[in-house]
């Protein structure tokens, strides 16, 4: 019965390459990476994170390093399932979303990564097992590139490996969003999969006059048409808009998801492992999907995700999204073919530069 020993809470500031933007978020020149390293009493050790695209990383360090540390502290770190109720109710008044189920995530997915490494085993195998081999796409931060811009960046993407694409809409005028998307699906050509992200940025009303006019252009599906909130809004653009819809990653909870799905509001779920509570959540969120006949997509994170979708049989595509990330970790995720690999190493797989990235200390 190995007892938690050692929690510890990082806080590191990213710098992107480029400044990106999409249509709510604004510019962002960096994002904030929160790391959870736990350890048991054998010296054992596993590693979850949360991120933000620049501001409350904060609330969710102290969060990690105050409350979550106290709660846990001692605890059997094999009950996972135990210890997700305790740290959720614990934080519950005060909780419910924001930093504090951004930090319980990164502590979950910590608690999953020791677990799967004391045993020896892949995260995927220990959740059951599937297909090491993930369907991926390449989602980028776009909305400002011009066509010409955005035309190159794809074709960057294909170099890679890439055989499915995510493009940003949500400009001032949605001719602007018909015409980029109608170059680069002429780019790609019929049946290629291909993805647009409106990142919250309409109402039900204008999100269904955007689906109508992307629908002849085969959109893939259409992303956060709606905030998170208006799940009635969600089950209109599906309805009444003509593609699929995806959403989820602004979710924060298991029941979030039960009522989107349960209103018809979502073709595709899309949990943030990250942010909707962790390996834990985010298995819930997959097989609650299976139960409504539907595939599970996933926002970020994708070198724990893909460790996830590996074992899911309704599993989509993986967002491959990893805000430069890649400069801090040993092996980054590999793209084959469009089929994104779960590494076979014990636990999700990651090891991070944390040499490194003490030089970027928040």
Known sequence: ???????????????????LTDSTHGAMADFELVTCRV??????EGVGYTYTVGRNGGAVHHILAREIAELA??????????????????LHYGGRGGPAVLAQSAFDIALWDLKARRAGVALWRLLGGHDPRVPCYAGGIDLDLSAEELLRQTDGNLARGFRAIKMKVGRPRLSEDVAKL???????GEGFP???????????????????????????WLEEPTPPEDVAGHARVLREGGVPVASGENLRSLWDFQALIAAGGVSFPE???????????????????EAFHLPVTSHGAHDVTVQLLAACPNRSYLEAHGFGLDRYIAEPLRIEEGMAVAPDRPGHGIGFDWAGLEKVWA
């Open 1 to 19: 019965m190995p007892r938690l020993d050692r929690i510890e809470a990082g806080h590191y500031r990213i710098p992107l390459p480029e400044v």
């Open 39 to 44: 350890r048991d009493a054998d010296g054992a």
């Open 73 to 90: 502290a001692g605890q059997d770190a094999e009950r996972i399932e135990a210890l997700w109720q305790q740290i959720w109710w614990g």
């Open 182 to 188: 109608a170059a680069m699906r002429a780019h790609l």
């Open 194 to 220: 291909l993805m647009v992200d409106a990142n919250m940025r309409w109402t039900a009303d204008a999100a269904i006059r955007a689906a109508r006019a992307f629908a002849p252009h085969d959109p893939y």
């Open 271 to 289: 949990p943030d492992v990250t942010n909707c509570g962790g390996v834990t959540a985010f298995m819930k969120i997959a097989h609650l999907a």
